[in-house]
């Protein structure tokens, strides 16, 4: 862990079927997903906070001390137990507990074979014998939603062997919680109340909530000595301390690429009905389809994971409905949302970006994906919902007065906080590229879809362009531009299918450069318009009014180093490249600040750029990623062409 690292950074680890657990290196819950494991414990989309946390005891005369950390209703400040704490992430997120009486440490581990198990190992690092007393704190609620205590819940425990079973209603299975080693377990059913989670409260949520404590399991701990206990749902895990040792990983290390790149399985989970899907972000996000698609190609093609690429493109077809994809996934399409105007546009760049690069299969691309991309392009020719619908000029309209349907999407009660109803920027460039790459395939429609492209991008150069100083608009309402300096721009500077010449993308570029780019990735808005909030944070209307008026995202950083690449001369690649190389380098520094091994999902538009919202975005990894791959292959062309320099 870096000295970037406070107490508040958070710590993730995923089972690859939408369960986590994660929390903070001071083991001190400060959001209600704060929890050893949140699984999706029914076959739906929706996911359950199973095993909150743990208090632990430990008698040490007639004192007994207790491990838990938390922060209670009425008090000022969080109670830290009476030891010293400290948090290591590898090979497994280990906590370690010193009192004068005792040593003793806690790691968790989540797997997912042969069904999600979570396993906690207590080891007695002292040179005395410890009889260390868990009591389990159940969340036993939807993941999103604090419980309060009640008297319906069942304190029955079903013993099976070295496996005990509670189930406290029937909203989930049976849990089972099974020790290795010496152990026992009692009933003594108990509600813990009034923990305080600092973060919601900050963001403006409930905050207060309980826990409820099944009984207490009785652990013997030799010095030296370890208990795995596993809980699972459904049936019990015979052999926790052969589980253990089966999914012990060794510590990766590396370079911030390199831990970027193992961090982005982490987004990656398989959704009700085997459906590869990927997960916007931790730890509350779902499965958002733009987010989804934008994300794709960084987290896998950039890692050379072809087949994590088809998988999600093929997977998500059966929910296309009228050209759009859902912008919230549910278990099936029926009960998805669609309220995106861009996620199948997303998804279409995914598909182009995948047959670029030339590593797929061409008769799965052939027979599946451009068909579906077909038809995409003939909903929004015909016209179709959210507004969207192609004009005679070709360019495509999107949204209403009420409603924000690009990534721009934030609302308070005022109404939308940044307006893009009518033709947004990024809409354009992904559908002129839709048509452009349709047209190079030459399929059935291709001279429809020419006539309209080559009118999309006349009339996107005639009223997106703003001659001085030059750059783009960032969407056209009304027949009036919008001179607003916003990243969205940079998607039609990057893009290979493009309107824009050469001199517009260097416009575009030095604008953004100027600017919106920070060191944590681009500002959602310049800081000289007035319109521009430069804190990001408060309640929930305050933040929606900054979230995409100037507060800082990462992924527009892989937009912005296309765009740089494409706009360079082959005199100055090599400054661009060193250039752009340090701005990623940069950002490793966020892989030990906020959450370990991951970049928060936005940043203060000003500096200190204090990280906000989640702390692990799926698009924020794979446009990283992306820009990595983006400059190897640049390097690897700059070098060839001095090599044939040589030559000559």
């Known amino acids: ?372 991309l077909e038809h995409i392009a003939d909903a929004y020719l015909e016209g179709t919902d959210l507004g969207l619908a192609a004009q005679s000029d070709g360019l495509l309209a999107a949204g209403g007065p009420e409603l924000n349907a690009t990534w721009m999407d934030a609302q308070t009660s005022a109404g939308p906080v940044t307006p893009r109803e009518g033709f947004p920027v990024e809409i354009q460039a992904l559908w002129y590229a839709l048509l452009a790459f349709l047209v190079e395939r030459g399929v059935a429609r291709a001279a429809r879809y020419r006539e309209v492209m080559l009118a999309c991008g006349a009339a996107f150069k005639d009223g997106f362009w703003l001659a001085e100083p030059k750059y783009l608009a960032d969407r056209v309402h009304d027949g009036v531009p919008d001179p607003a300096i916003r990243p969205n721009m940079l998607v039609a500077a990057a893009l290979a299918r493009s309107p824009l010449t050469k001199t517009q993308r260097v416009g575009v570029v030095s604008m953004a450069a100027t600017e919106l780019v920070t060191p944590c990735g681009l500002r959602t808005l310049s800081p000289q318009s007035v319109a521009y909030r430069p804190r990001y944070g408060g309640g929930i209307e305050a933040r929606d009014a900054a979230y995409h008026q100037g507060t800082v995202w990462p992924w527009p950083i892989g937009f912005y180093a296309e765009a740089a690449l494409r706009a360079a001369s082959p005199k100055q690649l090599p400054t661009v490249v060193s250039d752009l190389r340090r701005l990623l380098e940069g950002l490793g520094a966020e892989l030990d600040r906020a959450g370990l091994e991951h970049v928060s999902e936005v940043f203060d538009g000003d500096p200190p750029h204090r990280p906000g919202g989640t702390f692990a975005q799926a698009w924020n990894t794979g446009e990283i990623l992306r820009a990595h791959a983006l400059l190897d292959a640049a390097a690897a062309d700059l070098e060839a062409t001095a090599k044939v320099g040589k030559s000559t």
């Open 1 to 372: 862990m870096s000295d970037s690292s406070s107490a508040d950074t958070e710590w993730l680890l995923t089972d690859g079927l939408g369960g986590y657990a994660c929390g903070t290196v001071a083991d001190l819950p400060r959001r209600r997903y704060h929890a050893a494991w949140v699984a999706r414990a029914t076959p739906t989309a929706r996911r359950h906070n199973i095993v909150a946390g743990f208090d632990e005891r430990i008698a040490v005369g007639d004192e007994v001390v207790s491990l838990l950390h938390a922060h209670w209703s009425g008090m000022a400040g969080a109670v830290p137990p009476p030891v010293e704490t400290r948090f290591r992430r590898w090979p497994e997120p280990t906590f370690s507990f010193r009192h004068g009486a005792f040593a003793i440490e806690r790691a968790v581990q989540l797997v997912r074979e042969p069904v999600p198990t979570l396993l906690v190992r207590w080891r007695n690092a002292g040179d005395r014998p410890l009889r260390l007393d868990v009591r389990p704190l159940l969340g036993w609620c939807d993941a999103d939603h604090l419980i309060r205590a009640h008297d319906g819940f069942d304190g029955s425990v079903t013993a099976s062997g070295a496996s005990w079973g509670v189930r406290p209603d029937t909203l989930l299975p049976r849990l089972w919680i099974t020790a290795d080693g010496v152990a026992a377990f009692r009933a003594e059913p108990d509600w813990y109340r009034g923990f305080v989670y600092g973060a919601d409260r900050d963001r403006g949520y409930d905050h207060e909530g309980d826990r409820y404590c099944p009984g207490v399991l009785e652990l013997d701990l030799p010095p030296g000595g370890a208990s795995v206990v596993a809980f699972r749902l459904e049936e019990p895990c015979h052999e926790p301390g052969v589980a253990w040792d089966a999914a012990r990983t060794a510590p990766p290390g590396g370079t911030s690429r390199e831990r970027l790149a193992r961090a982005a399985d982490d987004f990656f989970y398989e959704a009700p009905g085997g459906r590869l899907g990927i997960l916007a972000g931790f730890p509350w996000f779902g499965e958002w389809g733009r987010d989804v698609f934008l994300a794709l190609p960084g987290l896998s093609l950039a890692r050379g994971r072809t087949e994590l690429c088809e998988r999600v493109i093929g997977d998500a077809i059966p929910f296309l409905r009228r050209g759009l994809l859902p912008n919230i996934y549910a278990a099936k399409r029926a009960d998805s949302h669609f309220g995106s105007c861009d996620a199948a546009l997303w998804f279409a760049l995914a598909v182009q970006r995948l047959a670029d690069g030339g590593s797929g299969d061409p008769v799965r691309l052939e027979n599946e994906f451009v068909p579906a």
